[in-house]
């Protein structure tokens, strides 16, 4: 139910007042994407409990109204500029298309990497936590952030949105950040030592930058 409420609301009502732009291959591979987020994604908590979590520090929520506001303006900009750019099959276009089946493959290794571990906000449910340094997380601590950072990118070639690479930078990079923040505070505590050293080896979320 998730993904198609936010398929209709951020993607096909935006779009009804210039329907013909739904021919493009862009929205739909969007919608897709969305849907293998949501599919994949653990089932968030209620807001009472966002707002009593105190690990969490309300990221959830900083990071929804970012991921709404960037998908929903990047759609209202692709329907309604007045030429259709970048043409459907143009390398542009095609170049999104496959780093966003790239964003999905890192975002779905990840999670079958991290098994029980993958939650969607930053939590203690008391048991025991591991220090995970397979796959992905050889080289990036933050791998399923970084996955939503290149669906951003990839739908900015996709759909050639400025406000969408402008918003990710502006608000989805900033809402990862902090919860990277709150996440790594909240691993130094229960992995210590451990955790620092995987720090100095590896790169928090984009590497070689970041």
């Known amino acids: 139910m998730k993904p198609l409420v936010f398929s209709i609301l951020f993607i096909f009502l935006p779009m009804i007042g210039n329907p013909h732009r739904m021919l493009h291959p862009g929205p739909w591979i969007l919608t897709l994407a969305i849907w293998a987020i949501l599919i994949t ?10 707002i009593h979590n105190q690990s969490d ?14 998908t929903l303006s990047a759609i209202l900009e692709f329907t ?8 459907p099959w143009s390398i542009t276009c095609i170049s999104g298309i496959a780093l966003m089946g790239g964003a999905i493959f890192l975002r779905v290794w990840t999670i079958n990497i991290l ?24 080289f990036v601590r933050h791998p399923s952030y970084l996955s939503i950072l290149l669906a951003f990118v990839a739908s900015f070639l996709m759909l050639r949105s400025t406000l969408c690479i402008v918003l990710t930078c502006l608000l989805v990079l900033p809402s990862y950040l902090y919860r990277i923040h709150r996440e790594e505070l909240f691993l130094q505590a229960k992995l210590r030592t451990k955790y620092q050293i995987y720090q100095q080896h590896t790169w928090k979320l984009i590497p070689f930058l970041l």
């Open 41 to 50: 994604h653990p089932p968030l908590p209620t807001i009472k409990e966002i």
């Open 57 to 70: 520090c309300l990221s959830a929520i900083y990071i929804l109204i970012a991921l709404g506001i960037t």
């Open 80 to 87: 309604y500029r007045s030429i259709t750019t970048p043409s």
């Open 115 to 138: 098994g029980k571990f993958f939650t969607s906000t930053v939590n203690d449910d008391g048991s025991p936590w591991e220090l995970i340094e397979e796959g992905p997380y050889h």
